[in-house]
């Protein structure tokens, strides 16, 4: 143990006590807790326009986590611009394949109108702000994919990272 005076004290350094890799564990940590944050972005910056409310590919991850965790993605969408005023996107995020929403098309449950919020607003660049919490995981590995489809695709094409627009997402581990 490493020893230091402070004011005329001897003081026990705090490095002796934890070991250098330390990391917390589910079983560590309250619910609720912050295990791990992740700042995440799309990998391209190609262009993807959608034309049919069929969920495709917008981002994938894998990521590891420990057992009985849960993940909270916040999404930032950059710019996409939409082809007509009465089409939206709707996003949805799905783990190891299971969506975390109540269905391919309604995106999160925490925000069942999540393809409305622009609906019959204009044709110009637009950004949405979500967020998606998926249920307890096992401990390992999970592949997180970001899908988008669009709402009334009689009203046009949905196109995102708009010139090179990257998606952001912030990915916060909770302890169960």
């Not at 009334?152 to 090179?164: D, H, L, R």
Request: aromatic fraction near 12%.
């Amino acid at each position: 143990m490493a020893l230091t005076t402070l004011n005329n004290q001897s003081v026990a350094s705090v490095t002796s006590f934890l070991p250098l890799s330390y990391s917390p564990t589910t079983s560590d940590m309250p619910s609720g807790s912050v295990l791990a944050v992740h700042d995440l972005a799309s990998s391209g910056t190609a262009e993807q326009t959608v034309n049919s409310n069929t969920m495709t590919e917008m981002d994938t991850f894998t990521l590891s986590c420990q057992a009985n965790s849960k993940f909270i993605w916040f999404m930032d969408t950059q710019q996409y611009i939409k082809g007509g005023t009465t089409v939206n996107p709707t996003f949805n995020l799905t783990v190891d394949g299971t969506s975390v929403g109540p269905s391919s098309g309604s995106g999160d449950s925490k925000s069942a109108t999540f393809n409305h919020p622009f609906y019959g607003q204009n044709t110009f660049r637009e950004v949405q702000f979500n967020y998606f919490v998926t249920g307890n995981l096992s401990s390992g590995s999970h592949t997180f994919q970001m899908r988008v489809a669009q709402y009334n695709p009689a009203g046009g094409s949905i196109t995102v990272k708009y010139q090179g627009s990257k998606i952001r997402y912030l990915a916060y581990e909770i302890a169960g």
